[in-house]
């Protein structure tokens, strides 16, 4: 099986990478808009079931059509340490503290795909950054123990965890708590990588999130700037801006 071609798609370099800790994994791509927008950073983290082998190059594509289409971009990098679940996380919370006063904008937005739409999930409810408007998951994984008893990834869940998802409860979307800022959910319909049936179970536990369910869609096409349901993601980014300037008024 080839690799879906987003994955290994040529993009454009960053306008800059800049570091937010001392490990070599501790850096962000930085893609900034032509001229100031105000709109809120996007802070994007990439996904690939959490193992060393995917990281934020993949992302690329996807960061500069978000920076072409007016939003500031930091994409992070994290360590993917299997079986220590607790390198991943804190890599996420120090970036979460340190990338949006790096990059002065005016709020933040937590972006994620896949194992990163579990972990800007995990993020929202445990660790928002200062600012936070709001998050969008696009096909995460937040179910662990439903990602575990369907085996997805070939038991990326225990690979990630190195324990059952049952002994890591803390880490685990649907049985945390709720974020105190909105939370959309983009998922396809035809992911066989990622089913549907995960956001929905996030929905059940957290009714207060939105469930954006797109029909013949798959995994790869949230990601791709090129497929039109990449069209989903930025009517996400402008509903949650909309509705933190609502709540100013």
Known sequence: MTEPDVLVRPAPEPDRTVAYGPASEHLADVWLPAAQSGRPLVLLVHGGFWRPAYDRAHTRPMAAAL???GWPVASLEYRRVPGHPDVTTGDVRRAVEVLPGQAGSAGTVLVGHSAGGHLVL???????PEGLLGTVAL?????LALAEQADLGRGAVTA?????????RDLDPVRGSSPATPVILVHGADDHEVPLDTSRSYLRAHPAASLDELPATGHYELIDPL???????LNALDLLTRQDKKNTL
Do not use: E, H, I, K
């Open 139 to 143: 096909a995460p994984v937040a179910d």
């Open 122 to 128: 995990w993020a929202a409810a445990t660790c928002p």
């Open 227 to 233: 497929a039109p349901a990449f069209a989903r993601l």
């Open 160 to 168: 990630f965890l190195g324990a059952a998802a049952n002994t890591r």
């Open 67 to 69: 920076r072409d289409a």
